[in-house]
């Protein structure tokens, strides 16, 4: 078809062109800002850790005697061990994705200090005897801690436990020392010194970074023994089968409410603890598929409510046209392709307007950069959507009787 009648019209139609075309450039630049934003969140959420979710109880206690921990630890767990269906229990101090973080940085120089810039942060969990069977972490090189190194451990009036054996996720390890075996290599933060026996899966943190998910498993495991935790173990942990997590959540917050009068127990499945710290992230990503939704369902209706009112200022074109030849599908042909033209031309000027909003955003809220592929995306989109919203009325066009359009001159 030529394109040069198409042209010379919408020259003559200057501002209702120019309005599609301003609508379609910004739907553009919202569109691939939004949609990378949701696989951004949707990314984060579904964000895996090696445990075993499904099967994890946690039962936190608070407002117990740090003096008598070290016999109330052992008798407790022993109770929640005696629950049916429980296959195994421990205490910690804290659980991925829990919020309860612990942070400390490291170096891999004897003279690194805490406040290093060069050190790597880590989250810090301090874990009983059987933890590493109690979560279901996966051993990938070296082992866990022996039953001296458990004992051994404690917190004095140092802020780090005094025990010199840590194991770590894999994605520290690679941190601290890439491409390298980290068996037997040592972490500092002077005075502070810890030899790794053994490299794990990698675990969530408490806290998880959405700019830099490799951040997000950066976690340190220590021994700790019961007498010497000082009230820092407080995550009771129970690995039974996934149907039975509620009725074992309901008998181990009981059973330690009973056995520690003056505390108080709250249990939680873990799926619950996993679905609570990303659910303002999931309610941020329906709202931006609401926002997509309401800003494709607003350009669809502009379009169609201006093609609707150019093919009513058009009769007297379309009528001439059939009048000399011009088919239905020629008519219908006609603003298809005028149409085509004007997104094509909201969609450039979108593409560049969606990268400088990614820029500004980047530079602003520390936002990752969009991948390229979401643009022509978002113009593919805006194509088709286009298409589809001219159709009625080009249909509507299209069977405009040649005899009537001639009469309404």
């Given at each position: 078809?030529e394109i040069?009648?198409?042209?010379?019209?919408?020259?003559?139609?200057r501002?209702?062109?120019?309005?599609?075309?301003l609508?379609?450039?910004?739907?553009?630049?919202?569109?691939?800002n939004?949609v990378?934003m949701i696989?951004?969140r949707v990314n984060?959420?579904?964000?895996?850790?090696?445990?075993?979710e499904?099967?994890?109880?946690?039962?936190?206690?608070r407002?117990?005697d740090?003096k008598?921990?070290g016999?109330?630890?052992p008798?407790?767990l022993a109770a929640l061990r005696?629950i049916?269906g429980?296959?195994?229990?421990a205490?910690?101090?804290s659980l991925p994705?829990s919020?309860?973080n612990?942070g400390w940085s490291?170096g891999?120089?004897a003279?690194?200090?805490?406040t290093?810039?060069?050190?790597?942060n880590?989250?810090?969990y301090?874990?009983s005897e059987?933890?590493?069977?109690?979560?279901g972490?996966h051993?990938?090189?070296?082992?866990?801690?022996?039953?001296d190194?458990l004992?051994d451990?404690k917190?004095?009036?140092?802020?780090?436990p005094?025990?010199?054996?840590?194991v770590?996720?894999?994605?520290?390890?690679e941190?601290f020392w890439p491409?390298?075996s980290a068996?037997?290599?040592t972490?500092?933060?002077?005075?502070?010194?810890?030899?790794?026996?053994g490299?794990?899966?990698?675990v969530l943190?408490?806290?998880?970074?959405?700019q830099?998910t490799?951040k997000?498993?950066d976690?340190?495991?220590?021994?700790?023994?019961a007498?010497?935790?000082k009230?820092a173990l407080?995550?009771?942990?129970?690995r039974g089968?996934?149907?039975d997590r509620d009725?074992?959540?309901?008998e181990?917050?009981?059973?330690?409410?009973?056995?520690?009068?003056?505390?108080?127990?709250?249990g939680?499945i873990?799926?619950?603890?996993?679905?609570?710290?990303?659910a303002?992230?999931?309610s941020?990503?329906?709202?931006?598929?609401?926002?997509?939704?309401?800003?494709?369902?607003v350009t669809?209706?502009?379009?169609v409510?201006?093609t609707?009112?150019w093919?009513?200022?058009?009769?007297?074109q379309?009528g001439?046209?059939?009048a000399?030849?011009?088919t239905?599908?020629?008519?219908?042909?006609y603003f298809?392709t005028?149409?085509l033209?004007?997104t094509t031309?909201?969609v450039v000027?979108?593409m560049a307007l969606?990268?400088?909003?990614n820029?500004y955003l980047m530079?602003?809220?520390?936002?990752?950069r969009m991948p390229?592929?979401y643009l022509?995306?978002?113009?593919?989109a805006l194509?088709?959507?286009?298409q589809?919203?001219?159709?009625?009325?080009a249909?509507?066009?299209?069977?405009v009787?040649?005899?009537?359009?001639t009469r309404?001159?």
């Open positions: 078809m040069r009648p198409i042209l010379a019209s919408l020259r003559k139609h501002i209702p062109a120019l309005l599609i075309v609508e379609i450039a910004l739907a553009c630049a919202v569109l691939c939004a990378f696989s951004q984060d959420i579904r964000l895996p850790s090696a445990i075993d499904q099967g994890l109880v946690a039962v936190t206690l407002g117990t740090d008598l921990v016999s109330d630890i008798r407790n005696g049916a429980v296959q195994q229990a205490v910690t101090s994705l919020t309860n612990w490291f891999v120089n003279d690194s200090v805490v290093n810039q060069k050190n790597i880590v989250s810090l301090f874990i059987g933890g590493d069977k109690a979560l972490l051993m990938l090189h070296g082992r866990f801690f022996n039953a190194e004992a451990s917190f004095d009036t140092a802020p780090l005094e025990t010199h054996v840590v770590m996720t894999h994605s520290a390890a941190n491409g390298q068996l037997g290599k972490i500092y933060s002077k005075p502070y010194y810890y030899t790794v026996v490299v794990v899966e990698d943190r408490p806290n998880v970074s959405t830099n490799r997000s498993y976690a340190v495991y220590f021994p700790m023994s007498a010497g935790s009230g407080s995550y009771y942990i129970l089968a996934p149907q009725r074992i959540m309901r181990a917050e009981q059973k330690l409410a009973e056995l520690n009068p003056g505390a108080v127990a709250k939680q873990y799926v619950d603890i996993r679905e609570k710290y990303f303002n992230m999931s941020m990503a329906w709202m931006l598929v609401l926002v997509c939704v309401v800003m494709l369902a669809a209706f502009g379009i409510g201006l609707s009112f093919v009513g200022q058009r009769r007297r379309i001439i046209r059939r000399v030849g011009a239905r599908g020629h008519i219908m042909q298809q005028e149409n033209l004007l031309a909201g000027i979108g969606a990268f400088g909003i820029v530079q602003h809220y520390e936002m990752s390229w592929y022509p995306g978002g113009a593919l194509w088709l959507l286009g589809a919203s001219v159709f009625g009325p249909q509507k066009a299209a069977s009787p040649p005899v009537v359009a309404s001159v």
